[in-house]
Each structure stands twice: as C-alpha cells, then as structure tokens.
C-alpha cells in the first residue's frame, strides 16, 4: 500500500485531475479532447520526484540509528524503534 501512495498516486494523479476538469466542464459533449500525454506524464514524474524529495528530507530515521524491532515484553508489545548505535 505504501508503494502504490508514494510512487503510483504522483504519477496518474496529474491524468486523473486532467480528466475530472474537463468532465466537469464539458458536461455535454460526451467526448474528451485528445489528451496532452506527454506535459501529463511530465507533470507526473515532477510530482513523483517531489514526493520522493520529501519523503528523503522528512522521513526515515537519523543516520548512524540502527532499527529495533518490536518485542513483548512482560505481554505488553513494545513498537519497534530507533536507536543510536554506539
């Protein structure tokens, strides 16, 4: 679910607001104006680099951290975590 959010959505998000505007705005005709492919394959791989741009400055753990999986302990469950490695 997490790939599909991070790399699918920005990439056919620019084509599926593409298609809802003009659903909007042309009601009526029924028919669709031939599609600008490349500008919204452009305008997909821009959100695509974005998100990914964000998701490098904002998330992830700080570097030389090392990942603790989760454990139960006393048959409560501990989340998993980060912790500095010495």
Do not use: C, D
Request: aromatic share 12%; charged share 10%; glycine share 10%.
């Amino acid at each position: 679910m997490r790939q599909f959010l991070e790399i699918v959505v920005p990439l056919i998000l620019p084509t599926v607001i593409y298609i809802a505007y003009f659903s909007v705005l042309r009601p009526q005709s029924g028919k669709f104006p031939e599609m600008p492919w490349v500008w919204l394959g452009g305008a997909g791989v821009l959100l695509l680099a974005v998100t990914f741009l964000a998701l490098a400055l904002m998330g992830g753990a700080e570097p030389g951290e090392k990942y603790q999986p989760p454990k139960v302990i006393n048959g409560q469950i501990q989340p998993g975590h980060y912790e500095q490695t010495p």
